[in-house]
Structure formats: C-alpha cells, structure tokens
C-alpha cells in the first residue's frame, strides 16, 4: 500500500520561483527521504530527515518534517529548468527491521524559462 | 565506475512468456530491490533481498519470481502468472538492512511491454 501522498500531484512554475511540494503519511516513522526522477528514469536521493529533526537544508533544498502532523515538505529555492522532474517522498517505518522504504505516488515539476 | 545496472532497456514479451530482467551492483551492497512502477503512479515493492540466498516478498510479488545466489545479482523473472505485467521495473540497493537510515541507489530501470 501507498503509505505516502504528495500533494500537488503536478506544479508548473517558472524558472528563479520556489517549488513547495508536500507530502503525507499514515503511520509513525524511523526518518523521511525525498527522491527524484527524470524522465524514463531510476530515482536519484536528494535528502534524508529523522524522526527527530524537524528541517533541513541541502544546497537549494530545505526539507521539513511535522511528526505529530505526519507531514513532510520539500523546498527547491530559485529553481531551474533542470529541476524538471518527479518527486517522491518515501518513508521508512518505525518497526521494521529491514530497510523497506514505502513511496508517495510523486509530485510533477515543470520548470519553464 | 560504482553503480547498478539494468538490463536490457526496453523489452518486449508475448503473452504467456516467462521473462527474466538483470540487476547487478557493484557497490558491495547487501540488500537489493524490486520495484514496479505504472505511469503517473510511485513504486511498488515487489520483492527485496537483504542478504545473499534470503529474499521476501514485497507488497505485490504474485506472478514474479527471484533468486539471490551472488551478492552483486539480483534477477526479476515475470512469469506467465502476472496478469499485467507491462510496467517500468526499478531496481534498487543499499548498505545494509541494519541500518535505519539507509539510502537506496537506483538502476536505470527496464521498460516490459507484453504484446
């Protein structure tokens, strides 16, 4: 079962806007990863949060976490149009002994010029 | 260079053909994965392996199959039993299953389409 939602399912901005895409869960977790995909692509990981942080930040990335929420936020700043792609939040479960991520069904980013 | 690699890119298969896909890695990882992915839609978990000759079942494995005799090989096999099999397949690794706070690194993926 799909543990994780993003939300929009598709964003369409220009090119220097921020993207904010979100992401819910249903059950308590270990920590939060966000991934992207090109197109026709495998996943590529852009950033890992615990349970116990609550924001981090990695070059024009800022992820946040809201345990008590079950929420997660991406933040791409000043965005390209090499920031194209689809973006999955995926989560690991609390409990579960082997490393099984569960992944959102992906929000679309289209950056225009 | 360090990395997975899937084979072949695209494929086409009949149906009531058993087909197999590659997944090799290079990266000394223990745990390896398969995912499935169906257009618009995230991954779906359909097998993974955390050690060499153990594997279990993700959330979809009816009518696919697997083998883990090598460290750096995973193998998917889609049998005639999957009811629709035409999807883009994922293949994944990490360090260890011990460790909460593994990442997964991501083949290039194949494309199955049953004629």
């Known amino acids: 079962s799909q543990q994780g939602e993003e939300d929009p399912q598709a964003l369409s901005i220009q090119e220097g806007e921020n993207a904010t895409m979100n992401c819910s869960y249903k059950t308590s977790i270990n920590n939060l990863q966000w991934y992207r995909q090109n197109s026709g692509r495998g996943l590529v990981h852009l950033i890992l949060?615990?349970?116990?942080?609550r924001e981090k930040h990695s070059g024009r990335l800022r992820v946040t976490l809201d345990t008590s929420k079950k929420s997660s936020s991406l933040l791409i700043t000043a965005s390209r149009a090499a920031d194209t792609a689809s973006y999955f939040c995926?989560?690991?479960?609390?409990?579960?002994?082997?490393?099984?991520?569960?992944f959102g069904t992906g929000t679309r980013l289209q950056v225009t010029l | 260079d360090g990395g997975i690699t899937q084979s072949p890119k695209y494929l086409f298969r009949k149906e009531g053909q058993n087909v197999t896909l590659s997944c090799e890695q290079n990266l000394n990882h223990d745990a390896m994965y398969w995912y499935r992915q169906d257009p618009g839609q995230g991954l779906r978990l359909i097998y993974y392996s955390q050690i060499v000759n153990d594997f279990q079942k993700g959330d979809i494995a009816e009518g696919y199959s697997v083998s883990r005799e090598k460290k750096e090989s995973f193998p998917l096999t889609v049998t005639s039993a999957q009811k629709n099999p035409t999807a883009f397949y994922l293949c994944?690794?990490?360090?260890?299953?011990?460790?909460?706070?593994?990442?997964?690194?991501f083949g290039p993926g194949t494309r199955l389409t049953v004629l």
């Open positions: 949060i615990r349970s116990n942080e």
């Open positions: 995926a989560t690991d479960a609390l409990g579960v002994t082997a490393s099984k991520l569960t």
């Open positions: 994944a690794s990490s360090i260890s299953r011990r460790q909460s706070t593994d990442t997964q690194y």
